[in-house]
């Protein structure tokens, strides 16, 4: 259960004090009265609602707790449209980092892919991204912010190898497609510069097979036609095996080479709206219904708080003599409809102007302070690009002791320091171990989050190695030697941990040891990279 307005918990018992104290002060001065009559009177009066006092504090319990906005429980919502199925591929090998298009080849194909999933709005997307093999990161949904999001933290770091698969990739982006039970025709948008490890024979025969499976393809190349150097995270151009410079040249060769056995369309290379083009080529397919869903935020439950407190306020109302406190039926009617009210961020959020649904989200959360305030003025902020304002807002939202709703900020803030991160070169080793520390934390909470994961493993790929250790000259590495044991029973730093917190400090760090050796593991297993060029 979680309150939409917590602080509202701590007047709780004063309003139910007083409404028992109003109450017992109103049956006092009645039996006053009725004592002044006669004796009999009096007598009378006291043998009725001696309980009076008690139900109309219980009945001010329920309607203050409702007025606290309580939630519980998860929804699955249904959406429907009538929608494509496409597959987005990207190529996130390290050619793609050349800068004959600016501010290089894989920046833009990025850009060129956001602006196309904005436009398929209502279309079912997935996300497939390779180097040497293939990377599904998102399957077959109606979400589109979230492929947005994958597509921003897209990054030659993400490959475990490098070198270029294209048709491995188109393939795997077909068995997507052919899992598909809902939707319309089926297409793949591939953004490559045509670097592959395979021939143009080879890509001819993946495109022959999508063609056989009824998916289109439709290739949208990036990069220059004259070549360009590939630089290397150390400043210096990448070389190859010879120690000469790589030179990486658009290859239409092999993207018309996949495009004419599936018989579908490369985009001119200089055409001024790539993704409009791609646009036209899907707008000629067919479109069918299609059904996704979602899982919704905890369920308001307010309406039955006033529900039990009018019924139970109408009982009392009947089984009296005397007028009930129908005021307090008023208050409870008038609170839990301003609970249940939509607030103005998430009504312009849901008719997609995110702008103004991020100005009304933090104009909320400053008004309220609540934490799922701050929370969603902190998502509406990351959504709309603002890192520093996502930052501050999430912050303060992943100290609620609500474990999911911090379990969520905590994931949100993470990927904020992570996308800043990959945006500024001013202080983005602390930016990424920020990361890091944030989607560690999410990931205690929640050691399932397939998202938490994947951010946590690429928060620690960018991250710079460890300096090399200190030696006293030449020959092997050395194990450390261990520390000194602290002596027993020694006085507490003022400000410093405490043992359950270094104990914390210490099992986190095992975990993030052990799901790294899991992941070395893993990729051991895959065998040897396919042979062919590193870039």
């Known amino acids: 259960m979680r309150f939409e307005l917590p602080k509202w918990l701590v007047v709780v018992p004063f309003v139910v004090l007083l409404v028992a104290a109003a109450a017992w002060q109103a049956r006092r001065r009645r039996l006053r009265a009725a004592a002044g009559w006669s004796a009999q009177l009096g007598r009378q009066a006291a043998a009725m609602g001696s309980h009076s006092t008690l139900v109309l504090g219980l009945i001010a319990l329920v309607a203050a707790l409702g007025l606290a906005g309580p939630r519980w429980g998860r929804a699955s919502q249904a959406t429907e449209s009538r929608a494509l199925n496409v597959v987005v591929v990207m190529d996130i090998s390290r050619s793609m980092l050349a800068q004959d298009v600016k501010p290089d080849r894989l ?115 990036v990069g220059g036609s004259t070549g360009a150097r590939i630089p290397d995270p150390d400043g210096t151009w990448h070389k190859d095996a010879d120690g000469q410079e790589v030179i990486t040249v658009r290859r239409d060769d092999l993207l018309k080479a996949a495009a004419t056995g599936a018989r579908g369309i490369v985009v001119p290379a200089d055409a001024p709206d790539p993704s409009g083009e791609v646009r036209r080529v899907l707008d000629r397919l067919a479109r069918a219904p299609a059904e996704d869903r979602s899982a919704d935020d905890l369920i308001p439950r307010a309406w039955l708080f006033a529900l039990v407190a009018a019924v ?43 702008a103004k649904a991020r100005e009304a989200f933090a104009a909320e959360a400053k008004k309220l302070g609540t934490d799922s305030a701050w929370f969603n ?39 904020a320091y992570l996308t800043r991160a990959r945006r500024e070169t001013k202080g983005r080793d602390s930016l990424l171990v920020a990361a890091s520390r944030q989607l560690q934390s999410a990931l205690q909470l929640a050691p399932g989050d397939a998202d938490a994961k994947f951010n946590y493993e690429l928060a620690r790929r960018l991250m710079p190695p460890p300096p090399p250790p200190q030696s006293g000259g030449g020959g092997d590495y050395k194990k450390p030697p261990p520390k000194p044991q602290q002596p027993q029973q020694a006085p507490p730093t003022p400000g410093g941990m405490s043992k359950a917190d270094a104990e914390q400090v210490l099992s986190a760090m095992e975990r993030a040891e052990r799901e790294t050796r899991m992941a070395q593991a893993k990729r051991q297993r895959r065998g040897q990279p396919p042979l062919g060029p590193d870039w």
């Open 107 to 221: 920046t833009r194909a990025v850009g060129i892919a956001r602006r196309l999933v904005q436009d398929l709005e209502g279309d079912r997307l997935a996300l497939v991204a390779f180097a040497a093999r293939g990377y599904l990161l998102s399957p077959l949904t109606l979400d589109q912010s979230a492929l947005a999001l994958q597509l921003d933290a897209l990054d030659p770091e993400v490959a475990s190898e490098g070198g270029s698969g294209l048709g491995a990739a188109i393939s795997q982006a077909a068995d997507v497609l052919k899992a598909a039970t809902q939707g319309g025709d089926k297409a793949v948008v591939v953004f490559s510069d045509g670097e592959s490890f395979e021939g143009a024979e080879a890509l001819t025969s993946v495109g022959e097979s999508l063609q056989r499976a009824g998916i289109t393809l439709v290739l949208v190349p």
């Open 377 to 415: 003025a902190g998502t509406a902020a990351l959504v709309a690009g603002d890192m520093v304002a996502a930052q501050d807002a999430l912050r303060r939202a992943s100290l609620s002791l609500d474990p999911d709703l911090r379990r969520r900020a905590l994931y949100n803030l993470g990927t």
């Open 312 to 354: 139970g306020l109408l009982g009392h109302t009947l089984t009296r003599r005397s007028a009930a406190l129908v005021g307090l039926l008023l208050a409870v009617g008038i609170g839990t409809a301003s609970a249940q009210r939509p607030s103005a961020g998430g009504q312009l959020l849901q008719r997609g102007d995110t």
